[in-house]
């Protein structure tokens, strides 16, 4: 057994880790005798009070010490000086992120007197200037949660917004201070489980399971230089490790249809209710493999889920239905750590998720599907290095991966898998989607990282300066293979089945992959460095001063680009040298005790650039063997929409792909001038950036409760939009209008990434948390928050307004789709006294309802090829029917809000004492207690009346009241 455990902490020790962030704490303070004098030369040693693994430090002249770079848990620290009595102080809690500060007294005496001091630890860290907040393990268990997806505790911070994912399994994601989710940065262990594809628009690459978690810090302002590649917030996980004793939990979640109420649309269509089922087993185990050396954690988690979606199409109540999400993960976690002496620690992380599926939609007809298979993992091995007696080297290595494929059948994943060109079309009507879906792609993320960090303290040069200095070197490659729309996509002007004798059914156009597949590969390469100065000036004021420099080198194809703006070659390409960040904030005690804490910065926050910003300009270049080509060329075909038959020799027929013509049209295995959407690079491409303001204070009110309240504001610049470089104009300003390019070069839209997006932030963050005493715990989150730009989300988005080649930017100026006026989030556990166990929490979110536009599709004044910009003016609008909604829209572009959101979730939980310390609960959650319908925004089409203003989807494709069961035996 023995022999098994070092080789599995081997394989973890040596796996490699991704971009290296701060996943440690930091202890500080002073030692001094009973005047009050320094008393340099003291031996400190903090003592990890779980696995026996140890720091030494000696007092510096003035009596200061420092241990920087400390794994997060519980400490002993004892002093000793000859002459004086030993010093012992436990449970010192040092959080991820933290700087704990503790002033050591030495009385006289022998050393072989003990002095033994037990103190509360302060709420507040009087030295940081960072804004943000923490979530441990208790809370994470105590609290329910309707997917035990570790994101969806997170908006337990101000400032936070979490989503669900609805679109693939452990994909939920959160937004922060109004910034799109992908600015969001996923660190664990110290390591970066980023998705370089998708930044953090789909949470963590790999999914970090509940039960190997032993805190999370989420920083939403301020962080320090050694944090970037985001804006708007920093994750920071860390798992639990082995300790000198062996520990672990068994458990098991479970919930089924008949735990689960019907959801709005079923009970008041009377569908047939989903045979929906959720369980969740596992179990951990960590423990010694040579007590205060060596130690291991392992998790394994089987999801497996069944979730319903309800399919509702007011316009066709045939197709409407409940149908089946079947998720059938498996998820692996491996951590090994090592202190080889005094001086040196190694340690490594391996966390695995394979997660097969299959999917739904609220708007696809019967037999329309998609199907998921998704591996990801995130590895990574650290090595800590201290160096004499105030210095410390830390040296990552990582990895993170993911292979994505996806497939409308579940043929696609055969050997061969079928070709997608072979399948029925997709059928795009206006309300509703049918036949075999565009889905047929297979994508491989890799990255691979390096980063060394030094950390040096430097007491008493007007006053005490913790150093750090850092590099990162980070490799991305991105191997695509698509070929989604090789079935074609026809799309028409009605929402009834294609009827042979009925030419309003016929399609009015087809958008088609030609000639051939597509298949392209990209990499790119990432330098980073950064300086931190934390300088405590006294022992009220610290200063926090920083600079982090980042620059992307990501090559991309630019040989034709007549718009680049500078000489092209096949080896020219846009780097982004000007990103320097200096960072500068603050930290003021107000009281001798050092309960109130006043703090601000300043700062420049770099955004990474994803690779779906550069993507398309390799899968949609000028001469090209494969691009989607939408037939007409000049606009749909006006006949059907006028009860005419369609002319062209694609469409006259019906929605069957004609591949004769198609094919000689654009002959296969050739390369030829792209008839469909262009994309081009940018010489002047810059990095996106936010310069963030905040201002605020936080007071322990009471020895177990903090108050904290701070304004933020976050102006995001140099926002990726994009340029039309062959902006149509239509004959007229009706929709069926025939449509004219001015240049004739290009046939369809050829698009240049421009940085001309600006979107500001304005929030107060209030936050009122209290920790468990007196048999009860709480915490209130609430921001009121405005969120205004001249685009929707800066994440590369054409951008409506434009008229020729004027963007009108003042134009689309409007909230943006992050936009929550109020968000409030509070939770509390309650331990029943006189029960012997019971305990009771509970959570609810309250916050506004999301921004959406009103428009008219059918009309196109401005004449400028599409009808987005169409916004209805100010006023009160109504939908009519069943399940309408009334708005009061402030005109322009997202000019309404959309249903308020609601949820409470509550749980009644026992402990069962066992012997040996072990404990069994047992819990019963209640997901949306009160069977809140939470709606999304709807439709603003008046053009689509059967749902213009109708509430037809669910957030998080429904979620009614459900009862959970749990077991959890803990040993």
Do not use: C
């Amino acid at each position: 057994m023995r022999r098994l455990l070092i080789l599995v902490v081997a394989i973890s020790l040596v796996a490699g880790t991704a971009t290296a962030q701060n996943a440690s704490s930091e202890l500080r303070g002073e030692v001094v005798d009973d005047q009050g004098l320094a008393l340099p030369g003291v031996t400190v040693v903090a003592t990890n009070q779980d696995n026996g693994q140890f720091r030494e430090t000696v007092a510096n002249v003035d009596g200061s010490f420092f241990f920087p770079v400390m794994a997060p848990g519980t400490y002993e620290i004892t002093a000793e000086l000859p002459g004086f009595r030993r010093y012992i102080r436990p449970d010192i809690p040092l959080t991820v992120g933290s700087s704990f500060n503790l002033t050591v007294e030495l009385t006289v005496g022998g050393i072989e007197e003990e002095i033994t001091v037990t103190a509360e630890a302060p709420l507040v860290d009087t030295t940081s200037k960072e804004v943000g907040g923490y979530v441990q393990q208790q809370e994470l268990l105590d609290t329910p949660s309707f997917n035990r997806n570790f994101t969806g505790y997170l908006d337990l911070v101000p400032g936070v917004v979490a989503t669900g994912s609805t679109s693939s399994f452990a994909a939920d994601s959160i937004m922060v201070n109004g910034q799109d989710s992908s600015n969001v940065a996923y660190n664990f262990d110290g390591a970066s489980n980023d998705d370089d594809h998708l930044g953090g628009s789909a949470g963590a690459q790999a999914r970090i399971p509940i039960e190997a978690v032993q805190e999370f810090q989420l920083l939403t302002g301020q962080f320090d230089a050694e944090f970037g590649l985001a804006s708007g917030g920093v994750l920071n996980a860390v798992s639990k490790s082995g300790t000198n004793e062996f520990h672990g939990a068994l458990f098991a979640f479970v919930k089924g249809h008949q735990m689960t109420a019907k959801d709005y649309f079923v009970a008041s269509q009377d569908l047939v209710k989903p045979d929906t089922q959720e369980k969740q087993l596992g179990f951990t185990v960590g423990g010694p493999i040579l007590r205060d050396k060596l130690h291991f954690f392992w998790s394994l988690e089987r999801p497996i889920l069944d979730t319903g979606v309800t399919v509702n199409i007011p316009s066709r109540p045939d197709q409407n239905r409940a149908e089946i999400e079947a998720v059938r993960p498996w998820n692996f976690f491996a951590r090994g750590d090592h202190q080889i002496n005094a001086n040196n620690t190694w340690g490594g992380r391996w966390l695995y998720e394979t997660s097969p599926s299959t999917h739904a939609a609220t708007s696809w007809g019967i037999g329309s599907a998609e199907h998921e298979h998704d591996h990801d993992w995130a590895a990574g091995g650290s090595i800590n290095s201290v160096i004499g007696n105030n210095k410390v080297n830390v040296l990552r290595f990582g990895e993170v991966y993911e292979d994505l494929h996806w497939g409308s059948t579940e043929e696609s994943f055969g050997s061969p898998p079928k070709a997608q060109k072979t399948e029925a079309p997709q059928l795009n009507f206006l309300d509703w989607t049918g036949g075999t879906l565009n889905t047929a792609f297979r994508r491989i993320n890799w990255t691979l990282n390096a980063e060394n960090q030094f950390s040096v303290f430097i007491p008493d040069k007007n006053g005490d300066h913790d150093l750090k200095f850092g590099v990162m070197w980070r490799y991305m490659n991105l191997n695509y293979n698509s070929n989604g729309r090789r079935n074609g996509r026809f799309i028409f002007d009605t929402n009834k089945d294609f009827n042979a004798s009925d030419y309003s059914t016929y399609p009015e156009r087809l958008s088609i992959q030609v000639p051939n597949n597509q298949h392209y590969v990209m990499t790119g390469t990432v330098l980073s460095g950064f300086a931190q100065d934390k300088w405590q000036l006294n022992d009220r004021t610290t200063l926090s001063i920083g600079v982090r420099y980042d620059v992307e080198i990501i090559p991309t194809p630019n040989e034709d680009n007549e718009f680049y703006g500078a000489a092209v070659s096949s080896t020219i390409y846009p780097i982004d040298k000007n990103n320097l960040a200096p960072r500068l904030g603050f930290s003021h005690v107000l009281d001798e005790d050092g309960r109130t804490v006043l703090r601000g910065g300043l700062g420049r926050f770099y955004q990474k650039f994803r690779v779906t910003h550069i993507d398309n300009v390799f899968g949609e270049q000028m001469y090209d063997d494969s691009f989607n080509v939408n037939l007409p060329l000049d606009g749909v075909d006006p006949g059907p929409s006028s009860g005419l038959r369609p002319t062209a020799a694609y469409l006259k027929d019906g929605p069957t792909v004609n591949w004769a013509v198609i094919d000689a049209l654009y002959p296969p295995g050739s390369k030829v001038l792209n008839a469909g959407n262009i994309r081009f690079d940018n010489a002047a491409r810059e990095n996106p950036y936010a310069d963030q303001l905040s201002f605020g204070f936080e007071r322990q009110i009471a020895n177990n409760m903090a108050l904290s309240m701070d304004y933020i504001r976050v102006m995001q610049r140099a926002q990726l939009i994009l340029h039309n470089h062959n902006q149509p104009s239509r004959v007229s300003t009706a929709r069926t209008a025939k449509i004219e390019r001015p240049n004739s070069t290009y046939v369809d839209d050829v698009y240049q990434l421009l940085n001309g997006g600006s979107i500001n932030h304005d929030a107060l963050q209030v936050s009122l948390d209290k920790r468990f005493s007196n048999n009860y715990r709480f915490r209130i989150s609430y921001t009121l928050g405005n969120t205004r730009g001249n685009t929707r989300q800066g994440d590369a988005q054409s951008v409506y307004t434009q008229v020729g080649g004027d963007l009108n930017l003042g134009s689309n100026w409007g909230p943006t789709d992050f936009d929550r006026r109020h968000n409030l989030v509070a939770n509390t556990t309650v331990a029943v006294p006189g029960t012997g166990g019971l305990r009771v929490s509970g959570i609810v979110r309250v916050r506004s309802g999301a921004r959406f536009s009103l428009l008219d599709s059918t009309l196109d004044t401005n004449q400028n090829g599409t009808a987005n910009d169409e916004w209805l003016a100010a006023g009160t609008y109504s939908g009519s029917g069943t399940d309408s909604y009334t708005v009061n829209y402030d005109g322009g572009r997202n000019g309404g809000v959309g249903p308020r959101y609601f949820q409470l979730d509550g749980r009644a939980g026992y402990t069962l004492e066992m012997p040996n310390a072990d404990t069994l609960e047992a819990y019963v959650d209640f997901i949306n207690l009160t069977n809140n319908s939470n709606f999304n925004a709807p439709s603003g089409d008046k053009r689509r009346s059967s749902t213009y203003l109708i509430l037809r989807t669910l957030v998080n494709n429904g979620l009614p009241r459900q009862l959970q069961i749990g077991l959890r035996y803990a040993y």
